[in-house]
Structure formats: C-alpha cells, structure tokens
C-alpha cells in the first residue's frame, strides 16, 4: 500500500475551497492533460455524499477508467471518495480542509495499492507513487488559483 500526504496553504475561506474540490468540473479543467471526463454517475457541478462518478482518462498511454464513490462528507471539513471499479487493488482519497485565520489548509491523503502482488507493489515504489504526487500538485495548484481570484 502507498500513501501521499499533501498540504496545500490557500488564502481562501474553507467553504469556498470544500467546494471548489469536489466541483466536477473544475476537476475536469484541472485534469486536462490526462483528458479526463467524467462519463457516468455525476458529471458536472458538485458531487455530494452517496454519489458515484466515473473518469475516462488516459494515464501512462491507456485509456482507463475509474469509478468512485463518495462514502464520507463532513461540509465543509472532509470528505472521502472510495474507488469502486478500475484499475488499482484499492484507492481511498481523503480531502480535509482546516481553517487558520485567513487561509485554508487542505490536506490530501492518498491511499493506493496496485494489482500483481509484488510487481505491483515495486511499479507504486519505483513510478506510480510519483506520478500520482505530481497529478494532485497540478489538481491543487487549479484549485488555489481558482479560491483566490
């Protein structure tokens, strides 16, 4: 199993930045590199708790797809989606959001394990971690730039 722990500062009020990250079409702007589209479940506007959400995109030159669910929503503080079907063993997200005076601190948690058992577990170590880290910086950097405007 791998884990990203991210923070990102923004000087933002935390409603507005709880928002902005389950805002499906942010998202979809935010992911433009990988052209990922949500195609089933919520496709646009803000997904809510109980609602699932599936992603074509490309990722490491294939077409995939992910289907997730929101199973926790505390607004504005946290919520948590759970992948459903696709292509990873297991895929948890953790968004949390703290307020600090002017700024929001909005944490991501990435919990992630691969398929083919030991194979796996050294494509996470030597890439997938990686790669993953760096989509959600690109992801976040979308979602301050949006909270501070």
């Not at 919520?42 to 708790?49: H, V």
């Amino acid at each position: 199993m791998s884990t990203i722990h991210l923070e990102t500062l923004i000087q933002a009020d935390s409603h507005k930045v709880f928002d902005l990250a389950r805002d499906i079409d942010l998202h979809q702007k935010s992911t433009f590199q990988t052209g990922e589209k949500a195609i089933a479940g919520r496709t646009s506007g803000l997904i809510e708790f109980g609602e699932t959400v599936t992603w074509k995109a490309k990722h490491l030159g294939f077409y995939q797809t992910h289907t997730s669910k929101i199973t926790d929503m505390q607004k504005p503080f946290k919520f948590t989606d759970v992948m459903l079907k696709g292509r990873f063993k297991s895929f948890k997200h953790q968004h949390i959001f703290k307020q600090n005076g002017k700024f929001t601190v909005m944490t991501d948690i990435l919990e992630f394990e691969s398929p083919f058992g030991i194979f796996g577990q050294l494509f996470n170590y030597y890439f997938l971690k990686n790669y993953m880290t760096k989509f959600l910086i690109e992801r976040n950097k979308v979602i301050k730039l949006a909270a501070e405007q």
